[in-house]
């Protein structure tokens, strides 16, 4: 099966640079697929989960938008922030989500409440993705070798 580089990179680090033989990506028109040779194209991404084939086995990260580049061998997806799904703090995301979802309630000139409704969003997401990892673990293979 081919091939194509993929490099998930923020602006803190490179998060991941492999082989795939398929990704999927949160596009701002909803999920991308992308094949090798796929044709040329740069997209937004939003916030959501990024899901990477290799070799039969599936792996997940979060991100929390960005960029996709596109080139016949060559993904790179430049996140605002990224993070393996496996590497999520449960407790850490569950108290941004309540913080974030307290703040959406509060009325008043200091609160902006669509900064609030994002925060909550990408800690809503960022849960998700974990859950699915971890569902997926149990039922999977355990392990991962894709990247670094």
Same mark, same amino acid.
């Given at each position: 099966?081919?091939? &194509?580089?993929?490099?998930?990179?923020?602006?803190?680090?490179?998060?991941?640079?492999?082989?795939?033989?398929?990704?999927?990506?949160?596009?701002?028109?909803?999920?991308?697929?992308?094949?090798?040779?796929?044709?040329?194209?740069?997209?937004?991404?939003?916030?959501?989960?990024?899901?990477?084939?290799?070799?039969?086995?599936?792996?997940?990260?979060? &991100?929390?938008?960005?960029?996709?580049? &596109?080139?016949?061998?060559?993904?790179? &997806?430049?996140?605002?922030?990224?993070?393996?799904?496996?590497?999520?703090?449960?407790?850490?995301?569950?108290?941004?989500?309540?913080?974030?979802?307290?703040?959406?309630?509060?009325?008043?000139?200091?609160?902006?409440?669509?900064?609030?409704?994002?925060?909550?969003?990408?800690?809503?997401?960022?849960?998700?993705?974990?859950?699915?990892?971890?569902?997926?673990?149990?039922?999977?293979?355990?392990?991962?070798?894709?990247?670094?």
């Amino acid at each position: 099966m081919s091939t &194509i580089k993929l490099d998930i990179v923020t602006a803190e680090k490179l998060i991941l640079s492999d082989e795939a033989n398929f990704v999927v990506v949160p596009g701002s028109m909803g999920e991308l697929g992308i094949f090798p040779k796929h044709a040329p194209l740069l997209s937004t991404l939003e916030v959501g989960e990024v899901r990477v084939t290799k070799a039969e086995e599936e792996y997940s990260f979060f &991100i929390s938008g960005g960029f996709i580049e &596109i080139l016949p061998g060559q993904i790179t &997806i430049l996140a605002n922030t990224a993070e393996r799904a496996e590497n999520i703090d449960e407790a850490r995301a569950k108290e941004a989500r309540d913080r974030a979802e307290a703040l959406t309630t509060q009325i008043g000139e200091e609160i902006d409440i669509a900064q609030a409704e994002a925060s909550l969003k990408r800690a809503t997401v960022r849960l998700k993705v974990m859950q699915k990892r971890r569902a997926s673990r149990a039922g999977g293979p355990a392990g991962t070798s894709l990247g670094s």
